[in-house]
């Protein structure tokens, strides 16, 4: 087969098993796991292929007009350059092991064939992002993922607050959506065509006409998509989805895709400074922002949320410095280790019946029931910090090199002034990462108190894919000598400043944070906290439903624990309780639109009962009053209908004499 053949395969067969999972969901319950893992994991293998066969060289383009519009045709076509060639392996790889997790950490869930095929189209849709070369078809594997996502997160709809994030959800990153949409037609417009290649060769040529207001209406999209500030908040409530769902939004499909929509146009961005430091102060503020919230959150996943943004963020840095390298790079590593850690919170999570970390601090010997589970979210956290030789050391570290050749006027990709923003905001980050990622580790598996739980071991299916992702976790940042082949050349080799003040300040973290750890946690013998305990009996799914459900009754808030041997609200100090609830932005947000919004209804709800409804009612009731006029004449009696029809006749005849009289 060609690489077109083969690139057509890669997004097709996760929708066809989609299609078929739904269809033969109910009639052969037995076709669903095999119908949700073979298709994806044969879509893994062939965008393998794919990418030994691009192998980093010329671009693969193929295109056919799909439609005729009369003006700017739209294309069914594919670019399939390094980026995209390797992006698709990510997400090929992280679905895998999403679904065969699934099998195991929902094996009793009666929705599991809906949940199964959502996930399979959601794959698809990613991939279609990824190897389209067209900007409209780009646009319908993007608001696939956006559905797909609404009834994913809301797979526990019994529970208010899946209800509530999947809505939220939706309605947030739509609001992205509706300038990202005008944004497109406004570049097509100015190159006259989607096609990214025309696109691109049109801004090579100075051919854009108003590239700032392009550049800014796309980023909106970008921040409700990959949950970047102001459009982030949607992303911490998505954790009232199954913790697969996590995995695969966080790693490797919803968020990443506006990170890699800005790599593929990353020239139309750079056509505008302004544009791009705008991006640079964006992804400054996520980084800083999303670290003081990770490190006050007491749900396990909600920590890791606010990761993901702060991570999204660098990446965003990086391509605020312009190096699309960098931000691939940390794209593909993030991936891996950020895949573990959510899978392997959904272990933990069935094992201690709980979400809290106060919870979770007071049991002993958590580590013990949960050992593969304790070693890989070891290996994900160090890769998470940026510990040298772990993957995240290189990828970024490519990204606060980048920052620094701006800033110091090394290259001129970029403004200055983004070169600084980033590379202060990474490394401010670099602190608090480390700090939040100790904290993780040390509430969740150096706990004190009573016995953990024993559930006994996980299902093979949900440990073997842990120690799977933790190989790239662990090595994938020895990739950084032959990326740049794969990239734009642009070398991504450790530079000794940043790598020093990088691992210096990550240190620094861990260990202020141990210190903080080891002051705070004699309270926790002293200080009970409501545990939550969920049904030991359920598979995963069922525990982590019910652990999410009653987390606020026990703790009066969906966040946070008022947890005094925390050692999170000790190096926050006063700033706890406001990055708990994520600096208020929900409350903000409430008041500057939720309100308006449901004062608009109610009074549109008014003018149509009141004033619409009263004429129509008025029109109804004129001639019901008629009616009931006439029916009280009809009385039934002979008499007084002859004596109506003499005085009818009377007063006709007496009219008339008058008429002909002239009187």
Not at 199 to 226: E, N, Q
Not at 237 to 262: E, N
Not at 469 to 474: D, G, K, R, W
């Amino acid at each position: 087969m060609t690489t077109t053949t083969l690139a057509v395969l890669v997004p097709l067969l996760p929708a066809l098993g989609a299609a078929a999972g739904l269809l033969l969901g109910r009639t052969a319950p037995g076709f669903v796991r095999p119908l949700a893992v073979l298709p994806t994991l044969t879509a893994l293998v062939i965008a393998v292929f794919v990418a030994v066969r691009q192998g980093g060289d010329q671009a693969v383009d193929a295109a056919t007009e799909l439609t005729p519009t009369g003006s700017v045709p739209i294309e069914l076509a594919l670019h399939i350059d390094g980026f995209a060639a390797l992006v698709a392996v990510l997400v090929g790889l992280v679905a895998s092991c999403v679904q065969i997790y699934s099998t195991g950490y929902l094996r009793d869930d009666p929705r599991y064939p809906s949940y199964a095929a959502l996930v399979s189209l959601f794959t698809s849709a990613m991939l279609l992002v990824v190897y389209s070369g067209d900007l409209i078809v780009l646009l319908v594997g993007w608001e696939i993922m956006g559905i797909c996502s609404y009834f994913l997160v809301g797979h526990y709809w019994e529970t208010p607050e899946a209800r509530a994030a999947s809505m939220k959800a939706f309605l947030v990153t739509k609001l992205g959506d509706v300038p990202f949409l005008i944004g497109l037609f406004a570049l097509a417009t100015d190159a006259g065509s989607f096609r990214i290649t025309k696109v691109l060769g049109t801004v090579a040529s100075g051919g854009l006409d108003h590239p700032t207001l392009i550049a800014l209406l796309l980023l909106a999209g970008v921040a409700g998509k990959s949950a970047q500030f102001p459009l982030h908040t949607w992303l911490p409530d998505a954790m009232a989805g199954p913790t697969p769902v996590s995995a695969l939004i966080h790693a490797a499909t919803m968020v990443a895709a506006g990170v890699y929509f800005v790599a593929r146009l990353l020239p139309v961005f750079q056509a505008s400074s302004a544009a791009m430091v705008v991006l640079a102060v964006m992804a400054a503020v996520t980084m800083a922002g999303s670290g003081l919230a990770a490190l006050a959150q007491d749900d396990i996943k909600r920590v890791l949320a606010y990761s993901t943004i702060g991570q999204l963020g660098y990446m965003t840095g990086a391509l605020a410095v312009g190096d699309r390298g960098a931000a691939v790079f940390h794209l593909l590593s993030h991936g891996a280790f950020k895949a573990l850690l959510f899978l392997a919170a959904g272990v933990i999570i069935h094992a201690s019946g709980t979400n809290s970390l106060a919870a979770m601090s007071r049991m002993k010997d958590l580590r013990a029931r949960v050992p593969d589970a304790y070693w890989t979210m070891t290996v994900a956290l160090l890769a998470l910090t940026a510990i040298p030789p772990f993957s995240g050391f290189f990828s970024k570290e490519a990204v606060l090199g980048a920052a620094e050749h701006v800033a110091t006027g090394h290259t001129e990709h970029a403004p200055g002034a983004a070169g600084w923003i980033v590379l202060v905001a990474g490394l401010v980050s670099a602190v608090l990462t480390a700090a939040y990622a100790t904290r993780l580790w040390l509430l969740a598996f150096r706990g004190r108190g009573i016995e953990a739980p024993d559930h006994g071991r996980q299902p093979l299916t949900m440990t073997v894919v842990l120690w799977v992702l933790a190989v790239p976790s662990v090595a994938f940042g020895l990739a950084y000598g032959p990326l740049p082949d794969w990239f734009d050349g642009r070398d991504l080799t450790p530079v000794l400043t940043t790598s020093v003040l990088g691992t210096g300040l990550a240190l620094v973290g861990v260990i202020v944070t141990y210190g903080a750890w080891q002051h705070t946690s004699t309270l926790a013998a002293h200080i009970p906290m409501g545990a939550v305990a969920a049904h030991p009996g359920g598979d995963a799914g069922l525990v982590e439903a019910e652990a999410i459900a009653s987390h606020a009754p026990a703790y009066g808030d969906v966040a946070y624990a008022p947890d005094p041997a925390d050692p999170g609200r000790l190096l926050l100090g006063p700033l706890h309780r406001h990055a708990a609830v994520g600096f208020h932005l929900d409350a903000v947000y409430t008041t500057l639109f939720v309100r308006p919004v449901q004062a608009g209804a109610a009074l549109v709800r008014f003018l149509d009962r009141e004033v619409v409804d009263t004429y129509v009612r008025g029109a109804a009731a004129l001639p019901r009053w008629l009616g009931e006029a006439v029916r009280r004449a009809q009385t039934g009696n002979v008499q007084t209908y002859v004596s109506a029809l003499l005085a009818g006749t009377v007063v006709l005849v007496v009219a008339a004499l008058l008429v002909a009289t002239g009187a």
